[in-house]
């Protein structure tokens, strides 16, 4: 019964992962957002039906789990792209949401920063 739960969990878990994917090919939220809860969830499982298990009895799922692992490494970047697709989306609609990182030009003679302020320690004398 053990390993039935053990293959169930990964089951699960890589429905759940498919499922985070469509709904991120067809670009709706709420189902990307109650699958990915779904893929969470099941992993917690998995993690606490893996330490219940002997170590032999682990082996047997490791070929799934490294598939696993690979689908979530995957599904993780594609989840990347899209939100920064989605910032610069909205970095181009919105573009006052943006912070500046340097003063403007017309602030002053220098227009990366603030101009440095001397230390004292390099004084040249001139005789």
Do not use: C, W
Request: charged letters at 20%.
């Amino acid at each position: 019964m053990s390993r039935d739960m053990l293959q169930s969990t990964l089951d699960q878990i890589e429905i759940a992962l498919q499922q985070v994917s469509e709904a991120m090919l067809r670009n709706q939220s709420q189902p990307l957002m109650s699958a990915s809860a779904d893929v969470q969830r099941l992993s917690v499982e998995l993690a606490g039906l893996m330490r219940r298990f002997p170590q032999s009895s682990n082996k047997l799922a490791k070929a799934r789990l490294l598939s696993l692992a690979a689908m979530i490494s995957s599904t993780r970047g594609a989840l990347i792209r899209q939100g920064v697709m989605a910032e610069r989306a909205l970095a181009t609609l919105m573009p006052s949401v943006q912070a500046t990182t340097y003063k403007s030009a017309s602030a002053g003679r220098h227009p990366y920063g603030s101009v440095g302020r001397q230390s004292g320690e390099f004084r040249a004398f001139v005789a």
